[in-house]
């Protein structure tokens, strides 16, 4: 048991606070997960989440190779090239030459996927703003630091 676990095992109110803060995650990781089932049908219906959250991933970082992208996901590359040919043949993203390798592709967004996706965000956006309407600015900006401070040490 490390020197933290001896603490919250000897403070009660420590240890309950770490156990709310366990409650909590479990709830917010299944909302997560309803939440990205939700919006990757409404980028497309045939669309599962794991491939949403693939397709976020080159959205986010630009053009990949399927190698990059296995290696930032952790998942082999044969269920990274089945994801990859699911979301080219759905029309949302589409491969590219790589400009470091001639033998090579990328891929990247398609202009489908670009405009579902922006689609699809503003949407989240608008939902999350309502969520958080009756929040105070104070009470917001602690939440971004601390689940900062939460994905540091992640």
Known sequence: MSEQDDEIAEDPARREAAEEIERE???????????????????HPDLDPASYTMLLMVANEGPLRGMDLAGRTGLDKST???QIATLVDL????????????????????????????????????????QFASWSTQDLADLARLLGKLNQTS
């Open 80 to 82: 990274v090239s089945r």
């Open 25 to 43: 995650l479990v709830m917010m990781f299944r909302n997560a997960r309803n939440l990205s089932t939700h919006v990757a049908a409404l980028v």
């Open 91 to 130: 029309g949302l993203l589409e491969r590219a030459p790589d400009p470091d390798d001639g033998r090579a592709r990328r891929i990247q967004l398609s202009d489908l996927g670009q405009e579902r996706l922006e689609r699809v965000r503003a949407e989240r956006r608008k939902h999350l703003h309502g």
